[in-house]
């Protein structure tokens, strides 16, 4: 049982997750576009050659996915959180001394197995683990690390980029993730309360009452055979589309209509720190009103940010946008993590959430295929905006199928997650 007195551990479960999006997720989800010209330019590729790393990076992650879900059971979480860091911090070290564009494309796969093997899987199996109540808002404060780490690391990467380059750029980024990561995953995560001897949170009942909750839910070979599921992930997929397409051309979308590249990466840092309310606003809202009113919630912030970014270039728009993108953009990051539980509930959560980001990394992988084929139409932005709108009202329409034919087991989803899951 819990212990009475003190900090329940699983808030410095929180923190760590809060960390490790910061510093890991962050840079490799959120930071591409302020390398995009100078490494271009010095180098001399294409802009859209330059960023189908970006689209190798998430076709790994989407491979490592549903594997790392797995390999969490087998080996110890040190271990194996470790292991997968790692693997991220020598992917930015390496992309420090790239000279060639495959040196990029190559060091892009160890960059997509820790995204997947590191970050977002890890995490939001840990807070699924430790909270049974406030789980909604423990996952956006845990996952809102993605929006502080992007608010912190982009004045400092652009001034590190103007001042001394985009290699020594990309190399603070490596040994940054180096020396926070590791010490916090060896000396702080635990798998499970069961670890500590403790029970998760909002669970004070015997432990043979935990045992019976945990195993509420359909196993992943279940869950495959439902409609649900499989739309679930093609609307995560959709959504994809729709948050990474702009993620990566929103600094030269913004350049190329009249703005500044410092203004641009300060939008991008504003629109990283409403990302930190966002999560956190997001994952309430699920704890309290709901899937479906939040679903709404989040799909229409997509589309009203794109009418906003069409006038980017202004003040007032310009911020406008990065508010309504950030809410937008919990559609790939709160949204998988909490539907998986609330749709098919805690049964061999691991598994089935790591079958889930596959297709959140389908969704960032092709990406920048999509929004460069749109693009390449008439060379412009604006075309891309508009569809990006029409795609967001795909992605509703898709997460609202799958929460009305979910699996019987689930209770109505309109009803607070304390009480639905």
Partial sequence: MNKKGGIFYGWWILAAGFVIMTFLYAPIANLVSLFTKPVTEELGFGRAEFTMYYTIMATTAMITAPIAGRLMKKLDIRVYMTLFTILGAGAYIGFSFATELIHFQLFAVPMGMALAGAGMIPVSVLITNWFHTKRGLSLGIALSGTGFGSMILSPLVTWIITDYGWRTA?????????????????FVIKLSPADKGLLPLGEEKASNMMAKKESVGVTQKEAFKTVSFWVLCLGIVV?????????????????DIGTTAQHAALLLSVASAMVIVAKLLVGRLYDKIGLIKTLVFIVASDIICFLFLMKGNLLIPGILYTVFSALGSTAVTVTPAYLTAALFGEKEYSAKYGAVSLF????????????????????????????????????????FVAVKTKPKFALNSDIPQKEAV
């Fill in 170 to 186: 990309y190399l603070t980024i490596g040994i940054l993730i180096l020396v926070v990561l590791i010490p916090l995953i060896v």
């Fill in 239 to 255: 959504g994809g589309v729709v948050v990474n397409s702009m993620i990566i051309n929103l600094v030269p979308y913004l350049t």
């Fill in 360 to 399: 959140t990394s389908l969704g960032a992988a092709i990406a920048p295929i999509v929004s460069g084929l749109i693009y390449n139409i008439n060379h412009s932005y604006g075309l891309l905006i508009k569809m990006l709108i029409v795609f967001a009202v795909v992605e509703f329409v898709l997460f």
